[in-house]
């Protein structure tokens, strides 16, 4: 059998070619994985482009306010305060009751924002559910004020208060989440003059490999 | 043919039946033959970049109804004339009487099934909002 000689220097050539080669297609594999990435950029907070996630997101408390403002302005129980003058809101308590935390201004700020803005409503900042004024500051002002003028302020004609619950459920791969927020305006008389409800069900497959 | 040529034939018909039996997933809907509603329709301006879109989210109706208290209620009635489930999202922007935008609604995400009707409301964010614009998008 003849064995072909391969001359050394032609040999060294090959193998150098070939180490090149590979370098060569390391480098545009490690070129397309870094193009891969993407800087950060802004996306509108409002707008489609969120990212969605299972768990709850900034959109989905910002739906949840728009979807309850438009149910309460379109109600038209805001209308029944006899005058010209807004009605004043207090806003009591919201309570988390999903795992997750997240600070609840999130969905009463931006509602109580919306109504602000609707000319319809005017809110507290001196009485909230916990017993403390939120603006500690504007309530000795207040006090001060009714001191001086031995007038007393006007109390609240509403009270916002409400709930986040959150339900699971899990079917093979699948996951379900539902995030349901309540809503219940309450007049002096302590009766509910208006409640809505707004649910937000999320559903994700597991990948067959891995988590 | 032989015996695996027919088994791979049934397979990969027994897969396409299925998976076009979960996608081509339509709604049957019912309603009054004459309704009763006072409708008060607005006359639109459309501007349609996505066809694939405008075929699963068609607009059919505008209507629109004052609140208490003078906010502009606005109803958009679509219907997806495909036999496919599609994902949207709509944004309502609302201007007052000069033009001006007043506000730009959050984007709510949305699922039409094939053959499917949706009404699609939003409420003006104040009395003074007197015009607006509807943006559809595929998600």
């Known amino acids: ?211 | 043919m032989n015996k695996h040529s027919s088994f791979l034939i049934v397979g990969i018909a027994v897969v396409s039946a299925s998976i076009l039996g979960t996608s081509c997933r339509t709604a049957n809907t019912v309603q009054r033959k004459e309704p009763v509603a006072q409708h008060e329709p607005i006359d639109s301006k459309r501007v349609n970049t996505d066809s694939s879109l405008a075929d699963a989210v068609s607009v059919v109706g505008l209507r629109k109804a004052t609140a208490p208290g003078g906010f502009l209620r606005v109803q958009l009635d679509v219907v997806n004339r495909t036999s496919r489930a599609k994902r949207f999202t709509y944004q309502f922007t609302w201007f007052d009487e000069k033009g001006i935008r007043i506000k730009q609604g959050q984007a709510m995400h949305a699922r039409i099934h094939g053959g499917q009707f949706r009404s699609l409301t939003s409420t003006a964010p104040t009395p003074k909002a007197k015009d607006f614009r509807v943006t559809l998008l595929e998600r």
């Open chain 1, 1 to 211: 059998m003849n064995i072909p000689i391969i001359p050394m220097d032609r040999l060294f050539s090959q193998r150098m070619a070939w180490a090149s080669g590979r370098l060569a297609g390391l480098i545009a594999v490690a070129t397309l994985l870094s193009a891969c990435g993407s800087n950060p950029k802004y996306v509108e907070s409002s707008g489609p482009d969120t990212l969605v996630t299972q768990n709850i997101n900034i959109q989905d408390f910002s739906m949840a306010a728009e979807r309850m403002v438009n149910s309460l302005l379109a109600s038209g129980v805001l209308e029944k305060k006899e005058g010209d003058e807004p009605a004043v809101l207090a806003v009591s308590r919201v309570v988390n009751n999903t795992g997750q935390h997240f600070d609840m201004d999130l969905l009463t700020k931006q509602i109580r924002v919306s109504l602000n803005k609707s000319g319809k409503v005017l809110t507290t900042t001196t009485l909230s559910g916990t017993g403390q004024a939120e603006d500690p500051l504007a309530k000795e002002m207040k006090d001060r004020e009714q001191f001086r003028t031995g007038k007393k302020a006007p109390t609240p004609d509403y009270s916002l208060s409400g709930k986040i619950i959150e339900t699971q459920a899990r079917l093979n791969r699948r996951r379900q989440t539902t995030y349901t927020f309540q809503l219940a305006l309450t007049d002096k008389r302590g009766l509910a003059v208006w409640e809505d409800q707004e649910q937000f069900t999320k559903q994700s497959k597991r990948p067959a490999i891995g988590w």
